[in-house]
């Protein structure tokens, strides 16, 4: 309830205008149904619906499954996160970046322990493209659930106008890749009128937070259709706001630099 009362007000004036900007894209069928007033009360609801929904669904951490019968709350167990800054993380990147690195620090080592690190939000906050590496069970997706989270604060962390999409990239398993249907489908859920309307309005108008969780997860006969996927509509949704997660070693294999 505390995250609701909180978050309702931050993105509530972002889901009404959208919602009557997308209603002109689907004006008959809005129109037909609904007075303005029940159109407005119905975003409203499909506001606070979807911030609960959020809630439930990505701010409830399973820890020693097995162990602990009930999942506990997000913020209970967020760690602050901290990032290596673009120097330091060339080291993943090839030969050729680590040399470039190691020939302008001028010394014998990499200086990992003296590399400077960046508070994780802050950076979040202020990168519209973002690429989170880590090895396996370092905190990538809770670090996106948390990002998801304090932009849905009404004075949290990410001071964005945007609205949080979290999709788990696992589930394209198959031919059909299609970012903007599924982000639809968390709107419909949550009773958005006209969610596809909607949804195409608010990426063209840059008001989408997607969070991309598990590159490396996604299937290896997938992989390479679902990365020509997220590169084109980046390239078509540019506006928005973008942060993945990946392993190191599946980033390094699988993408160039340039990709995000």
């Known amino acids: 309830?505390?995250?609701?009362?909180?978050?309702?007000?931050g993105i509530a004036i972002t889901v009404l205008e959208t919602a009557f900007k997308a209603g002109k894209l689907a004006d008959k069928q809005i129109k037909g149904a609904y007075s303005e007033t029940q159109a407005a009360q119905k975003a409203i609801a499909a506001a606070q619906n979807y911030v609960q929904r959020y809630e439930q669904r990505h701010c409830q951490v399973k820890v020693m499954p097995g162990l602990m019968k009930e999942?506990?709350?997000?913020?209970d167990i967020y760690t602050a996160v901290r990032l290596l800054d673009d120097q330091s993380?060339?080291?993943f990147l090839g030969l050729d970046d680590l040399e470039e690195s190691y020939r302008a620090r001028g010394?014998?080592?990499f200086g990992f322990s003296e590399a400077e690190r960046q508070d994780g939000m802050r950076v979040a906050n202020e990168q519209q493209y973002l690429m989170v590496l880590g090895g396996?069970?370092?905190g990538k997706s809770t670090f996106l659930r948390k990002i998801g989270l304090e932009a849905l604060k009404k004075n949290g962390q990410i001071q964005r106008d945007c609205i949080p999409v979290l999709i788990e990239l696992k589930e394209f398993r198959d031919k059909t890749v299609d970012l903007r249907q599924k982000i639809a489908a968390e709107f419909e859920t949550c009773g958005f009128l006209e969610a596809a309307a909607f949804t195409e309005t608010s990426l063209e108008q840059g008001?989408?937070?997607?969070?991309?969780?598990?590159?490396?997860?996604v299937p290896t006969h997938n992989l390479n259709r679902v990365i020509e996927h997220i590169e084109d509509f980046v390239d078509t949704y540019y506006k928005n706001t973008f942060v993945a997660s990946c392993r190191i070693a599946a980033y390094r294999s699988s993408l160039k630099p340039a990709d995000f």
């Open 1 to 9: 309830m505390a995250l609701l009362e909180s978050a309702i007000g």
């Open 71 to 75: 999942p506990l709350p997000l913020e």
């Open 89 to 91: 993380i060339r080291y």
């Open 107 to 109: 010394q014998r080592n």
């Open 136 to 138: 396996p069970g370092i």
């Open 207 to 217: 008001k989408l937070l997607v969070l991309l969780d598990g590159l490396d997860e």
